[in-house]
């Protein structure tokens, strides 16, 4: 897994597109993919290896990539965000872009930053607090998590809750939580989970699994690995207990943009 130092690092993709998840979706945003990743999620829908380049669409929604040399250094990557116009923000995603964060930190960009991360890497986020404006935080379920044995999960919990502790939402930040659930998702996993971050965040998002490699437009596949329309509403009852929480699934991937 290769980490950035100070000056540069190894980014999957650059591009413009609509924020596709949580509250702030159909807000224009320029993305940052980062390459590397500290999970294995089982649901992961992301290629965020370093073949050697950057995939760089300069023109919005064109399709066309450019490829720039990896790793990118903080000079090249400001300037190759220069030509998005109009944007809420800039997603720094990945891949984890904790891993990144000391790169990141070193960033001098017109836009506020959107961090969406997988919150398990408290030291990393704890680089990071003055700097992002958004943090769209997942907490993983450690089912979902392949490799991950039960010993490791309790320590899974505390990176995850220090991490919202961290990044929470402040007068000068949104800070949420998505919860990516699957047909197996139980309360009783889901409601300790939410309780520990509550205090830190403006909501709660139920994103149910969206299959990987299958039609997205078909809502109901026979054998769906999705959580079932009443399992999730279920969920949404119990956690409204607790917090604002509100059921959105992924957009991009019903459009087809990036
Ligand atoms: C690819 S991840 C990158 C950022 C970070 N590593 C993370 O997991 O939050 C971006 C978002 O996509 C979500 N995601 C990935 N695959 C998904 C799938 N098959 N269905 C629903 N959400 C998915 C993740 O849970 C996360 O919220
Ligand atoms: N349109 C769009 N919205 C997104 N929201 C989170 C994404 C991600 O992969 O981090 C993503 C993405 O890849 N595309
Ligand atoms: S943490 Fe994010 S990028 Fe990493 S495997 Fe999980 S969903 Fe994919
Ligand atoms: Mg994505």
């Known amino acids: 897994m290769a980490a950035s130092d100070f000056t540069s690092a190894p980014i999957r993709e650059v591009f413009c597109s609509v924020q596709g998840e949580g509250p702030y979706v159909g807000t224009r945003q320029a993305f940052v993919r980062f390459s590397g990743c500290n999970l294995n999620c089982n649901y992961c829908d992301t290629d965020f290896s370093n073949p050697g380049t950057c995939n760089y669409e300069q023109v919005e929604g064109s399709g066309i990539f450019e490829k720039i040399k990896n790793p990118v250094s903080i000079s090249q990557l400001e300037s190759m965000l220069k030509p998005f116009k109009k944007l809420h923000s800039v997603s720094l995603t990945g891949g ?55 010993e490791a999960r309790e320590t899974h919990m505390e990176n995850t809750v220090e991490c919202f502790r961290l990044l929470r939402k402040n007068q000068s930040r949104d800070c949420f939580c998505k919860v990516v659930v699957d047909s197996n998702t139980e309360l009783e996993t889901v409601t300790p989970a939410v309780e520990a971050i509550a205090p830190y965040v403006s909501c709660v998002i139920l994103q149910p699994e969206t299959p990987i490699g299958r039609d997205v437009t078909n809502p ?37 943009c990036l």
């Open 96 to 150: 984890e872009p904790l891993l990144h964060a000391d790169f990141i930190e070193k960033l001098n960009l017109d836009s506020p930053l959107y961090l969406e991360s997988n919150m398990t890497l408290p030291e990393q986020a704890r680089k990071l607090t003055e700097k992002v404006a958004y943090v769209s935080g997942d907490f993983k379920l450690p089912k979902l998590i392949r490799g991950m044995g039960s």
């Open 220 to 256: 109901r596949p026979s054998q769906s690995i999705q959580a079932s329309v009443q399992n999730i509403m279920e969920l949404q009852k119990s956690l409204l207990e607790i917090i604002d929480t509100r059921v959105i699934p992924q957009t991009h991937r019903m459009w087809g």
